[in-house]
């Protein structure tokens, strides 16, 4: 039984955006809003600098990045598209960010196959911690460190 796909607002003021292409470099962002690098920690200019959707994740997250997109493209799996997710992404000062995701084709931008994807984080009181399977600590958010009064 398949399930209803969760809807999302895309006019909600806090809502950031990028576009992010899959073509000849998967995941390459080409485009940005405004609000994206302040929310993330950068000025406008630094994050220009930021070329790839895997410089705004968790190394783990980002590992299979690249996997999860190709089994989508080869299988014909558009269960990531168009359904509103819950992911983790980094800041410039590597504290994780926990934020509602919606990804949908950008039919504006010609260039290779381009995704939109729409962000709003999400305030946490619990905080974060990524632990590797190796048991190095890879992550934590803002609200784990406030418990720890850091």
Not at 37 to 42: C, D, I, K, R, V
Not at 44 to 62: C, G, L, R
Not at 119 to 130: A, D, H, M, Q, R
Request: glycine share 6%.
């Amino acid at each position: 039984m398949k399930t209803a796909k969760k809807m999302f607002n895309v006019f909600q003021p806090n809502v950031l955006y990028l576009t992010a292409t899959m073509g000849k470099i998967w995941g390459k962002i080409v485009n940005f809003s405004d609000k994206l690098p302040g929310a993330l920690g950068y000025n406008k200019q630094e994050f220009n600098y930021v070329t790839h959707i895997k410089d705004i994740m968790p190394t783990s997250i980002a590992t299979i990045h690249d996997e999860i997109i190709r089994c989508m493209m080869t299988q014909g799996n558009d269960a990531i598209v168009n359904n509103l997710r819950q992911i983790f992404l980094k800041n410039k000062s590597n504290i994780l960010i926990r934020v509602n995701v919606f990804i949908a084709l950008n039919l504006y931008y010609t260039e290779e196959l381009p995704f939109g994807v729409f962000v709003t984080p999400i305030e946490t009181i619990s905080g974060f911690l990524f632990i590797t399977s190796q048991g190095n600590v890879e992550g934590v958010d803002q609200g784990l460190l406030n418990q720890v009064n850091y």
